[in-house]
């Protein structure tokens, strides 16, 4: 970036800083885009609510009434927007040798960008990691969990039976996502998309997906899983290594950013200039049903 069209930024420490920062940014490698949709933050809290519609038409004689059926309003699932803010002090001797230190203003930046875009993976990551905990949804459940209900009145379940993850409990899984329903117990008829894992699968979950015969017997029995065309996601920042999941075609994590990532100055009475990075993001799980989590042995 030092050209003859940035004679003055050579001796800027903060626009140094921020140029660095900025290409930092754009070539993290972001997970966070693979695990949910990403919208433009624009409330301080974002609801969501689905209806919940009637089954399928029923027969009649000829002559009857029709049975009377309403929409219902579903269960209001939530996402507060958080701030974060970081400060970067450089001291005046700091800013009085790092025209000299191109390096330092380089790190600097390195490390601006990597405190912002960590906090975005950890938030949406953190959706997962405490997927099978507390009671966040409308319905009094936690993200992933057996006892999901429905206003119309059945119930469902998204969370599978705690497994290492192998031929059975993914063949398990795969089940759970065809068996699925929604109100008034209607097939959901989801399509699997991929599955995410932990560090600890990043062996298992190639070897299941892409061997050509049986996973596990390696004989000519043909690996079904090809038919799928499940794709993986590897997320580095969820917080139990041996945990995974199963998402489909219904995006079931929104990220909810309504600064995007902000960088300005401020320089102190002791001479002390401070780069401060900020964001407020927000997160959201909603159409649970969509999406099935498994604790790992």
Not at 27 to 36: D, I
Not at 150 to 173: E, H, I, M, R, V
Request: hydrophobic share 35%.
């Amino acid at each position: 970036m030092v050209t003859s069209n940035f004679q003055q930024t050579i001796t800027d420490l903060s626009k140094n800083v921020r140029i660095s920062t900025i290409s930092a940014l754009q070539l993290w490698p972001k997970e966070y885009a693979s695990l949910c949709e990403k919208e433009r933050g624009t409330y301080r809290t974002h609801k969501d609510m689905g209806y919940e519609g009637v089954g399928a038409v029923p027969e009649v004689a000829e002559g009857a009434n029709a049975d009377s059926k309403q929409l219902i309003e579903g269960y209001i699932e939530s996402g507060t927007h958080k701030t974060f803010m970081y400060e970067m002090a450089f001291t005046w001797e700091m800013q009085t040798f790092s025209e000299a230190n191109p390096r330092l203003l380089n790190m600097a930046g390195q490390y601006q960008a990597r405190s912002g875009m960590l906090t975005t993976e950890y938030q949406v990551a953190n959706l997962l990691t405490n997927g099978f905990t507390g009671t966040g949804s409308g319905d009094g459940q936690p993200y992933f969990s057996a006892s999901h209900v429905f206003k119309a009145g059945n119930d469902y379940s998204n969370l599978l039976t705690a497994a290492d993850l192998d031929k059975t409990s993914l063949q398990t899984a795969i089940q759970a996502t065809q068996t699925q329903v929604m109100e008034y117990d209607i097939p959901a008829a989801l399509q699997i998309k991929q599955i995410v894992i932990g560090t600890q699968n990043i062996f298992t979950l190639p070897e299941l997906l892409k061997s050509s015969l049986d996973p596990e017997s390696a004989n000519n029995t043909y690996n079904v899983f090809r038919e799928y065309g499940i794709g993986k996601m590897l997320s580095h920042y969820i917080g139990d290594a041996d945990a995974w999941f199963v998402d489909t075609n219904i995006n079931t994590r929104t990220l909810f950013d309504a600064t995007g990532i902000k960088m300005w100055s401020k320089v102190k009475d002791n001479n002390t200039l401070s780069e401060f990075i900020g964001l407020m993001l927000g997160t959201m799980f909603h159409h649970q049903y969509a999406s099935f989590g498994n604790q790992g042995a």
